[in-house]
């Protein structure tokens, strides 16, 4: 079975400043995806950036990046130039890949993300 | 175009009754995929509807059903009540393509169900 663990269970910023989220995970599948959410006051779930296994090179979504360790099971979110908006939960997750078919998305407790003025 | 809806937003039920929460998905979008996020929990999947059948199934009891409708909507029922089955529920909708690796999930904004 797939686990998704986030340690950091709250974090601060101050505006304009650069913010690392810590997500690990554990499975023995060689082919998945994992994404990182954004989930607001709002309660809608957006999908932040989404990195492919197969990929070595690290998804860039504007001031958004993450770093993939495949080999390590770590997949952090950075976000550079924090503004307002980004204060929301953030949440990691995985996906196995069957092929041709939606899975089910298995997600980490999340890490509230505080951004100051 | 319009997002996935989900009714109604909020619902308080009491210990024992049944509840019925809906999901319209995402204009052309025919899968369904329904979630319950506990507070301060991340989401966890419950189940998942295509072609108005149940296709995957999480660790839920039978208490927990689900319908997809022809025009691709869905229903979750739960029955009997639990005070720990207040949470919020999700509901997602993507598309599902023959040979494709990969169909993004367009979530609702949930709706919150209080058992007392």
């Known amino acids: 079975a797939q686990t998704v663990t986030q340690s950091q269970p709250e974090m601060s910023v101050q505006e304009a400043e650069t913010v690392t989220l810590s997500c690990t995970y554990d499975?023995?599948?060689?082919?998945?995806?994992l994404f990182w959410y954004k989930q607001p006051p709002s309660r809608q779930m957006i999908l932040v950036i989404r990195q492919e296994a197969y990929k070595q090179q690290n998804a860039t979504e504007n001031r958004f990046s993450v770093n993939f360790q495949k080999a390590a099971k770590s997949f952090s979110l950075k976000i550079s130039d924090s503004q307002l908006g980004d204060t929301a939960m953030y949440f990691c997750a995985f996906m196995k890949l069957p092929g041709g078919a939606t899975n089910k998305l298995i997600f980490g407790t999340g890490t509230l993300l505080a951004v100051q003025p | 175009d319009a997002g996935v809806t989900q009714s109604p937003t909020h619902l308080i039920k009491t210990r024992g009754q049944q509840v019925t929460l809906r999901c319209s998905p995402k204009s052309g979008h025919d899968t369904v995929s329904w979630y319950q996020q506990a507070l301060g929990q991340g989401p966890q999947f419950i189940f998942q509807?295509?072609?108005?059948?149940?296709?995957q199934r999480g660790n839920f009891p039978d208490r927990f059903s689900g319908h997809q409708f022809p025009n691709y909507s869905s229903e979750l029922n739960v029955n009997a009540l639990l005070l720990g089955d207040s949470a919020l529920y999700l509901c997602a909708s993507s598309l599902r393509i023959s040979g494709r690796t990969y169909n993004e999930q367009f979530f609702g904004p949930g709706t919150r169900l209080t058992v007392l």
């Open positions: 499975t023995s599948e060689n082919n998945y995806y």
């Open positions: 509807y295509y072609e108005e059948e149940e296709r």
